[in-house]
């Protein structure tokens, strides 16, 4: 891989109890664990993060696609929903669903648009066969 950007964070303190900042100082967090398991829910989690990046990156791939096929994604968006669960050897799995709204285009054009970004989106790339990821397309 010809590498394009790097990212750098680090993480300190206690894990999901402490704080990450990135090396050039635009990212800045604290962390705590959601109170759902068994945290303060006073700072951010690595969920969360991953949502934020993973909805961002889909939407510049769902972009990118759209674009290239001429078609309106004006108003596009996309949420992500980051879910952590216990897995059966004893640790935890992510599980994500990707809502994708496309209100200017009909159903099987936007769902073709939203496989398709599946396949270009980095984050999508990287978790394919390792994370069970839904993508739900609607108009709204």
Do not use: W
């Not at 990156?57 to 108003?75: E, P, T, Y």
């Not at 935890?92 to 990707?98: D, S």
């Amino acid at each position: 891989m010809q590498t394009l950007y790097t990212a750098e964070a680090l993480a300190t303190g206690e894990g999901r109890t402490g704080s990450a900042r990135t090396s050039d100082g635009k990212l800045e967090v604290t962390l705590a664990p959601p109170k759902e398991m068994g945290g303060t829910g006073e700072g951010t989690n690595p969920e969360q993060l991953f949502a934020a990046g993973y909805a961002a990156c889909f939407h510049s791939a769902l972009r990118l696609v759209g674009k290239k096929a001429g078609a309106n994604i004006d108003d596009s968006a996309v949420g992500a929903q980051v879910s952590i669960g216990p897995n059966a050897e004893g640790g935890f799995q992510l599980a994500v669903t990707l809502e994708i709204t496309l209100p200017h285009l009909p159903t099987p054009e936007a769902q073709t648009l939203a496989h398709q970004a599946h396949q270009v989106c980095p984050y999508s790339n990287a978790t394919r066969n390792n994370i069970d990821v839904q993508l739900n397309v609607t108009q709204d």
